[in-house]
């Protein structure tokens, strides 16, 4: 479970997150939706480690990130595309990877075909394509084959077949018990996939709940998106 509590950050004088409390559970796919710059980065950099909070606290099975002592075999994260050096290949990148968290060499080929990389496993990331750098990052989360997984925005860069399969493969994970945490922009995108739905604007949480229970009062999801966020330009994509 992942446990995000009363969580604040402010970065100088420029707006950060404020009072963001949200819970993912085992066996769902929780979206955390919002406009660019709402603040689901800055959470998502909370919860991994990667920054401190000024308040409250952002917790995987009760222990902050940084306490996990082989934190791939606990979650798995894509966080801004795949984090991989673009001179080096997809095996390598996972290589080290594995090694770092003793998790067993067969298990890189095992993603890799998983993700749809194998015939592109000994290719420099450099010459990766946008989708395929995304599949390269979902990789490398699930290489511990962890009970958490958290993925930033995973849909970027993939075409229409390549969305398909993430919708199916978060489905897969979410049935076969794993926690599912992922952000998105994209109404169109979480309203197919998403158990539960956390809204975020202006760093503050503006609503929750599953798709029907979001609906309540508007003809559908995305007028009531667009009324929550203030946004000044409707669609899909904002």
């Given at each position: 479970?992942?446990?995000?509590?009363?969580?604040?950050?402010?970065?100088?004088q420029?707006?950060?997150?404020?009072?963001?409390?949200?819970?993912?559970?085992?066996?769902?796919?929780?979206?955390?939706?919002?406009?660019?710059g709402?603040?689901?980065?800055?959470?998502?950099?909370?919860?991994?480690?990667?920054?401190?909070?000024?308040s409250?606290?952002?917790?995987?099975?009760?222990?902050?990130?940084?306490?996990?002592?082989?934190?791939?075999?606990?979650?798995?994260?894509?966080?801004?595309?795949?984090?991989?050096?673009?001179?080096?290949?997809?095996?390598?990148?996972?290589?080290?990877?594995?090694?770092?968290?003793?998790?067993?060499?067969?298990?890189?080929?095992?993603?890799?075909?998983?993700?749809?990389?194998?015939?592109?496993?000994?290719?420099?990331?450099?010459?990766?394509?946008?989708?395929?750098?995304?599949?390269?990052?979902?990789?490398?989360?699930?290489?511990?084959?962890?009970?958490?997984?958290?993925?930033?925005?995973?849909?970027?860069?993939?075409?229409?077949?390549?969305?398909?399969?993430?919708?199916?493969?978060?489905?897969?994970?979410?049935?076969?018990?794993?926690?599912?945490?992922?952000?998105?922009?994209?109404?169109?995108?979480?309203?197919?996939?998403?158990?539960?739905?956390?809204?975020i604007?202006?760093?503050?949480?503006?609503?929750?709940?599953?798709?029907?229970?979001?609906?309540?009062?508007?003809?559908?999801?995305?007028?009531?998106?667009?009324?929550w966020?203030?946004?000044?330009?409707?669609?899909?994509?904002?």
């Open positions: 479970m992942i446990e995000i509590k009363n969580l604040s950050k402010k970065y100088g420029s707006d950060g997150i404020t009072d963001v409390s949200l819970t993912a559970e085992p066996g769902k796919v929780t979206a955390f939706l919002g406009p660019n709402a603040g689901k980065s800055t959470t998502f950099r909370l919860l991994l480690g990667l920054d401190r909070p000024d409250g606290s952002a917790l995987i099975e009760g222990h902050h990130y940084r306490e996990l002592a082989a934190p791939m075999w606990t979650v798995g994260a894509q966080f801004d595309g795949s984090g991989a050096h673009k001179g080096r290949t997809a095996k390598a990148h996972l290589t080290w990877m594995a090694q770092s968290n003793g998790i067993p060499r067969s298990r890189i080929s095992e993603v890799l075909e998983l993700v749809g990389l194998s015939d592109a496993a000994r290719k420099r990331v450099g010459a990766y394509s946008l989708g395929m750098g995304q599949r390269l990052g979902i990789a490398a989360a699930l290489l511990g084959d962890p009970r958490i997984v958290v993925l930033d925005e995973p849909t970027n860069g993939l075409d229409p077949e390549g969305i398909r399969w993430i919708r199916e493969l978060l489905r897969t994970l979410a049935a076969n018990g794993k926690t599912v945490l992922i952000s998105s922009h994209l109404i169109n995108e979480v309203q197919h996939i998403a158990d539960h739905i956390v809204v604007s202006g760093g503050r949480i503006v609503r929750s709940g599953n798709v029907n229970d979001l609906m309540a009062g508007h003809r559908d999801l995305e007028s009531a998106y667009f009324d966020t203030g946004n000044t330009a409707k669609g899909t994509a904002v």
